[in-house]
């Protein structure tokens, strides 16, 4: 069973910096790519970034220069550092994770709001 637990999010200003972190357990492909998903009010789930086991990233076209994904294969963990956020940054934040049977999972979000 995959376990993904997210932390870091919270409230900062436009303009501000947000590191998330997931902890991952369980059975999870290493040589799958994890990733960071968001989903605002009203709106469907996107992509904000992956990354592969070998280091190797790709972020939504919103998030491009502003946000950071890096994976710690050795600790199980993923990040995403956000810098210069913005209010439309606003969303719950998904760490994902693909386990042995090729199936995604998710964590259970943690908030992040961008206000004044």
């Known amino acids: 069973q995959v376990q993904l637990v997210e932390s870091g999010g919270g409230l900062v200003q436009p303009g501000g910096s947000l590191r998330l972190s997931c902890a991952a357990s369980?059975?999870?492909?290493?040589?799958?790519?994890m990733g960071w998903y968001r989903q605002a009010p009203g709106k469907q789930r996107e992509l904000v970034a992956a990354?592969?086991?070998?280091?190797?990233?790709n972020y939504g076209d919103s998030v491009k220069g502003r946000f950071a994904i890096s994976r710690d294969n050795a600790k199980k963990t993923l990040y995403l550092q956000m810098n210069s956020l913005k209010a439309d940054d606003t969303a719950v934040y998904y760490c994902?994770?693909?386990?042995?049977?090729?199936?995604?999972?998710y964590g259970q979000g943690t908030q992040v709001t961008v206000a004044s």
């Open positions: 990354v592969t086991s070998g280091g190797s990233t």
């Open positions: 994902s994770a693909v386990d042995l049977y090729l199936r995604r999972k």
């Open positions: 369980g059975s999870i492909s290493a040589l799958q790519p």
